[in-house]
């Protein structure tokens, strides 16, 4: 068996069974848990929400490919059904919880016209006796067998196989005593008398079946969370012993929160962007470092992925040299205003930018003027300050003026 048998069979092996906690573990579940959907839906719409844009290469120019069929269809929406925001939230989505994302490729003639979004947990996936691809979905009244040409499919994590791992068949001992945790957490609810105490025979007395079964009765009165506080009268001849044993004792809010920083271990989120604020975070005071920590490490796979996958199986190989997709990064750097405006004023004031062309990153017009590099002049002598001109323009460049003559000393006769 190859290396890509071997990971298929293991993720599917994972993918069907359970926990050591007696808990199913499928993204349905998963999804249950706070955490999870907190860790999935944060890395989901964060990505989403980022223009995917398709950029022409011209020499050392790149520009908008604004009249490539491509760009629509990422950038606008690649099919009848869905935004470009939903298609690559569900992308990110789908590598979260199966590890790969399939989509099937429509065309007219020759040409790319819609990518439509597949289900991963109906795809299987291996290779003929050319070593192509095969994918067979089974989505419909019958399996469909599908070409690797005819499929836009984005692995995740893996280890080179056909198929990206999926991260909570890996995961499954985590989640499973993660939801195993929660369901005890609302049985202590549901059924808090039962670790409330024992209720004991009064020494001397015997009590009848009758009386056992009416103490039982009494029990299913005030048991729940709505009867909390209530004072439940004992029959005669019983005394209640309590115990002290609560969730704190039993250490279950200690294993939930750890299981906190499990699952976001596992998803590499940051467990103080999904409102786990026990911990500093180490990642910088500001939220300009946290921003570039959470980008650098956590989004930046996704990313990477996404654009080599488009470049390689959705852009023809004769435009690969010039054509390409790449993510806007530049929204999720503007929560810092103080940090973006010193940003791009060093960059105006030293020549990498025009004032339209920052103009331009803030989403403002141009302005008259605003299309010459400047640079900003230091050590000028105090005689030439206010002979520069203070607006330079193409035709007339920002010229140093000639030292003015001076006078020269009388010389002796």
Request: net charge neutral.
């Amino acid at each position: 068996m190859s290396n890509r048998d071997d990971a298929a069979t293991l993720a599917a092996s994972l993918a069907s069974s359970g926990s050591a906690a007696g808990k199913a573990v499928t993204p349905d579940t998963v999804l249950q848990l706070a955490t999870a959907w907190s860790c999935i839906r944060l890395l989901s719409e964060t990505i989403g929400t980022l223009p995917l844009q398709v950029y022409q290469r011209q020499g050392e120019v790149k520009s908008l490919a604004r009249d490539h069929l491509l760009y629509g269809l990422l950038h606008d929406s690649p099919n009848s059904d869905q935004t470009a925001a939903e298609f690559v939230e569900a992308m990110i989505a789908c590598l979260c919880l199966w590890g790969n994302f399939y989509a099937r490729k429509q065309f007219v003639g020759k040409r790319l016209v819609a990518i439509e979004q597949l289900r991963p947990d109906r795809m299987s996936v291996k290779r003929n006796e050319y070593g192509r691809r095969v994918y067979v979905y089974s989505g419909g009244a019958k399996a469909e067998t599908f070409d690797e040409d005819a499929i836009f499919h984005v692995r995740g994590f893996g280890v080179g196989g056909d198929v990206g791992l999926s991260p909570i068949s890996y995961a499954r001992q985590t989640m499973g005593t993660a939801l195993a945790a929660d369901e005890t957490a609302a049985e202590f609810f549901r059924n808090g008398l039962q670790i409330s105490g024992f209720i004991k025979e009064a020494p001397g007395t015997k009590a009848t079946k009758e009386q056992r079964d009416e103490l039982l009765a009494l029990f299913e009165r005030f048991m729940g969370s709505r009867n909390a506080g209530k004072v439940m009268p004992l029959p005669s001849g019983y005394d209640f012993a309590s115990i002290s044993m609560n969730p704190e004792d039993a250490q279950l809010l200690q294993t939930r929160r750890f299981h906190v920083e499990e699952i976001c271990r596992w998803f590499r989120v940051p467990p103080f962007m999904v409102g786990h604020t026990e911990k500093s975070s180490s990642w910088g005071t500001g939220l300009e470092q946290q921003m570039i920590g959470f980008l650098t490490f956590s989004l930046r796979p996704y990313l990477t992925r996404i654009e080599q996958a488009i470049k390689k199986q959705l852009i023809p190989i004769t435009e690969r040299a010039n054509l390409y997709a790449e993510f806007n990064l530049d929204g999720l750097l503007r929560a810092d205003s103080q940090g973006r405006a010193a940003l791009l004023s060093a960059l105006g004031q030293n020549g990498f930018l025009t004032r339209n062309e920052g103009r331009a990153l803030d989403n403002r017009p141009p302005m008259p003027g605003g299309d010459v590099l400047t640079v900003q002049s230091n050590l000028v002598p105090l005689e030439q300050l206010g002979k520069v001109p203070a607006t330079p323009t193409p035709d007339a460049p920002l010229q140093t003026p000639a030292p003015t003559p001076t006078t020269p000393p009388p010389t002796e006769d």
